[in-house]
Structures are given as structure tokens and as C-alpha cells.
């Protein structure tokens, strides 16, 4: 089992910046690959961002590519999203995801473990 912890969300100004944390415990951290996903009120959840267990690869939704980056510390047991030039149609409940795997996850019936999100909100 992975307990995931999301944090670091609020609300922002239209081209301000963010940055998202998600704590794990439980398992060996660095043994998982973990994204980043987020739901908009009213539309399916989608993929944002993911990272290997490693950090040494790492996939983009097209809509973030150039703002967005994820990170990860495995000594902190810790994966980041920095979220820069934000978009009011950023705004959703970002969810952070674990699964046991080597790879780079997009998909998130693939994840087996989720956090329980917190909420970005970017407005004037």
C-alpha cells in the first residue's frame, strides 16, 4: 500500500505560479512511477503530467507542455508539479498517482494509488 498526501494548492492571478507536492508513505517510493491528473468541475479527470522511478523520464499533456514540470525527490519521498504561466482552464483538483511500474504512466486506469487532491484555482 502507498498513502499519497497532495499539497500546495490555491487560489492564483492568471500567469502566477503554483507549486503542487504529493508526500508518500508506505512502500519504497522509488520503486513507483507517478503522474499528475486533474478534474475540472463537470469534465472527466485527465492526464497532466507523469514521471518515471527514476525522475529520468517524464511526459507532458500538450495543453502544459512549456508551463509545467515534475519532479521528484525520492530521498524526501516526494514528487512536484511546478506550475508556471497559469491559465484560468488550469483550474481543477489536481490528484497525484503511484503504480509499481519502471515506465512513464499516462493513462489512469493504469495508477493503482491516488491522493486525495487539492484544489488550484486561478482567477482575477
Known amino acids: 500500500q502507498v498513502q499519497l498526501v497532495e499539497s500546495g494548492g490555491g487560489l492564483v492571478l492568471p500567469g502566477g505560479s503554483l507549486r503542487l507536492s504529493c508526500a508518500a508513505s508506505?512502500?519504497?517510493?522509488?520503486?513507483?512511477?507517478m503522474g499528475w491528473f486533474r478534474q475540472a468541475p463537470g469534465k472527466e479527470r485527465e492526464f497532466v503530467a507523469a514521471?518515471?522511478?527514476?525522475?529520468?523520464?517524464?511526459y507532458y499533456a500538450d495543453s502544459v507542455k512549456g508551463r509545467f514540470t515534475i519532479s521528484r525527490d525520492n530521498a524526501k519521498d516526494t514528487v512536484y508539479l511546478q506550475m508556471n504561466s497559469l491559465k484560468p482552464e488550469d483550474t481543477a483538483v489536481y490528484y497525484c498517482?503511484?503504480?509499481?511500474?519502471?515506465?512513464?504512466?499516462?493513462?489512469?486506469?493504469?495508477?493503482?494509488?491516488w491522493g486525495q487532491g487539492t484544489q488550484v484555482t486561478v482567477s482575477s
Open positions: 498517482a503511484a503504480d509499481y511500474t519502471l515506465g512513464v504512466i499516462t493513462t489512469s486506469d493504469r495508477y493503482d494509488y
Open positions: 514521471i518515471s522511478w527514476s525522475g529520468g523520464n517524464t
Open positions: 508506505g512502500r519504497a517510493f522509488s520503486n513507483y512511477a
